[in-house]
């Protein structure tokens, strides 16, 4: 019963189930066409290139766009209304993200995966997987007998329960950061930050608009944006994947893009996927952020602000900021696990943020204040059978977009560089 994720599958026949559209609910701030709301953007309307113009029929073939949603096929179809039905989770939707391969169970659900190289029938697993709660147990034991060593990452607490009573380690693997959008507020000293930035950027006369169509002028901005922001990031050795769902430009199902303009400008996005329940957008995880203006404050927390007052007048209940990996792992005694792997996950969180930015993307979210109310962290935990466990990690890290030891190479030439330099003369 498992696949790969294909776009040449037979289309299904013309029913009401098969025609998916975008269920987001009307807002009660409609977003205005670009041409309405930018049209004084100064962007240029010159033609793609044709490596831009090839990017955008990738994405526009991609499960989640808006222009490949009318031609699923029978098994898309299915996957994607469990979606809606089932996929609470914060990267529920990510199970869309190109790449992907699914083992899809007709009565059950389906379970997200890319294959590992360390072993035969060795997967990574994508959250939670996409299915009722009554169904999640036999779901995995039906998966078990296609894919028998598989490791299950960014699970939430129920699912680790639950292979933890079947027999598997788990892990924490690090805390995910929830605002209570309804009960959220910017009241407090703990929040000078926040405040700060929503301040500084209006002074600034900076907008933050919604944008509800994605033309080429828009792909070309948020192209460009994007480009320059990994240019400028601390650790720029590459980005976190398979957890964070790459970014699409194109238009997507229920997917919301906010961004933020100056002097007619773009010079920041946020990019929220939604999250679902019984088929309704129940919240969304920031996914995307994005800025190259430099400024004191945080731009991108600005966005989220702001586009956090339009879901409360819509009635949405959470968000998600995602995950900070590594963070505040301290494994008790509610599983069986690796008391290796814990001291690992700390060491890493402390010591090796040339690997990734770690500490400063708990910091960010720290920004909100989780302990306060109008927020909280979770925790989220990895789950694997206990052979070789930190060699299974280091296939784990190339899953993530992280490569161990060619960035761990590149820290010490960067140490030892700095020491040398700091030992000779220096000029006249």
């Known amino acids: 019963m498992s696949e790969n994720n294909r776009l040449d599958e037979e289309p299904a026949a013309e029913t009401s189930s098969a025609k998916v559209t975008a269920t987001q609910e009307k807002p009660v701030t409609k977003p205005s066409p670009l041409s309405e709301t930018m049209r004084c953007l100064r962007l240029s309307y010159s033609p ?9 029929l990738k994405q526009e073939s991609f499960p989640s766009s808006l222009t490949a ?47 590992l190289s360390d072993a035969y029938g060795s997967v990574c697993v994508l959250s939670d997987p996409i299915c009722k709660t009554e169904n999640m147990r ?54 000078e930050q926040l405040r700060r930035a929503r301040n500084n950027a209006k002074k600034d006369n900076i907008k933050v608009r919604e944008i509800s169509s994605v033309d080429d002028a828009l792909f070309r901005a948020f192209k460009q944006i994007s480009d320059e922001w990994i240019k400028r990031k601390v650790v720029s050795d590459g980005e976190l994947q398979f957890v964070v769902r790459p970014l699409v430009y194109v238009e997507e199902v229920d997917v919301r893009r906010f961004v933020a303009v100056k002097d007619n400008e773009i010079v920041g996005f946020v990019i ?56 505040r792992v301290n494994d008790g005694e509610e599983f069986r696990h690796s008391k290796l792997m814990k001291a ?44 070789f466990l930190l060699v299974r990690m280091y ?33 006249r």
């Not at 929220?272 to 994005?290: S, T």
């Not at 690997?355 to 306060?372: D, G, S, V």
């Not at 960035?407 to 003369?425: D, E, F, M």
Request: aromatic share 14%; proline share 5%; charged share 20%.
């Open 48 to 56: 793609l290139s044709n490596t831009l113009r090839t990017m955008k």
């Open 272 to 327: 929220f996927d939604p999250m679902y329940e019984d088929c309704k957008v129940i919240g969304y995880i920031a996914n995307q952020l994005r800025s190259i203006l430099d400024r004191s404050y945080s731009v991108v927390d600005f966005i989220i602000i702001e586009a956090m007052e339009i879901f409360k007048q819509e009635g949405k209940r959470e968000l998600s900021l995602g995950v900070s990996p590594m963070a």
């Open 69 to 115: 949603a009318i031609s699923r096929s029978a098994t898309g179809c299915f996957r994607f209304e469990h979606l809606r039905q089932y996929g609470g989770g914060s990267l529920a939707y990510s199970s869309l993200q190109p790449g992907m391969q699914y083992f899809t169970h007709p009565e059950f659900g389906y379970i997200t995966y890319v294959p």
């Open 138 to 191: 036999p779901l995995v034991e039906a998966f078990l007998k296609e894919r028998n060593d598989p490791i299950f990452l960014h699970i939430r607490r129920d699912t680790a329960q639950m292979l933890a009573d079947m027999g598997f380690c788990v892990n924490e693997f690090g805390v995910e950061t929830f605002v209570d959008i309804q009960e959220f507020t910017l009241v407090g000293t703990k929040k």
């Open 395 to 427: 296939e784990v890290y190339h899953v993530l977009g992280i490569h161990p030891l060619k960035q761990t190479i590149a820290h010490v030439c960067r140490v030892l560089g700095n020491w040398i330099r700091k030992l000779l003369p220096s000029p």
């Open 344 to 387: 690992y996950f700390q060491y890493v969180f402390n010591n090796a943020n040339f690997l990734y930015n770690f500490k400063n993307l708990h910091q960010h979210k720290a920004k909100y204040r989780p302990e306060a109310p109008g927020a909280h962290e979770e925790k989220v935990y990895c789950a694997m059978h206990t052979r």
